[in-house]
């Protein structure tokens, strides 16, 4: 099982970026999106069901917009009207079914600035 995250970089305050993650080797359930700040704990940004069943973390709730493909087994996070504080690590985590485990990908760095 793999997982692989792209789009992450530099964006000024009030812009936007788009996060994709590609998973393969197995069916997956719930997929998410975390992030990790320096000096802080992981915490979940944004998770998605097979369903289509969506939750954001208060801090995100609509400016960020979660999507998956379950055919291509991909996982997207839409990230708008970014702040400063938005600047950490993020990270794509899937539920293999198969495995009946969790998977990471490798982060991807977001850095907003003022």
């Known amino acids: 099982v793999q997982l692989v995250e792209s789009g992450g970089g530099l964006v000024q305050a009030g812009g936007s970026l788009r996060l994709s993650c590609a998973a393969s080797?197995?069916?997956?359930?719930?997929m998410a999106w975390y992030r990790q700040a320096p000096g802080n704990q992981r915490e979940l940004v944004a998770q998605?069901?097979?369903?289509?069943?969506?939750y954001y973390a208060v801090s995100v709730t609509g400016r960020f917009t979660i999507s998956r493909d379950n055919a291509e087994n991909t996982v997207d996070l839409q990230m708008a009207s970014l702040r400063p504080e938005d600047t950490a690590v993020y990270y794509c985590?899937?539920?293999?079914?198969?495995?009946?485990?969790?998977?990471w990908g490798q982060g991807t760095q977001v850095t907003v600035s003022s």
């Open positions: 998605i069901t097979r369903d289509s069943i969506t």
């Open positions: 080797g197995s069916i997956f359930g719930n």
């Open positions: 985590t899937a539920r293999a079914l198969t495995q009946r485990r969790d998977y």
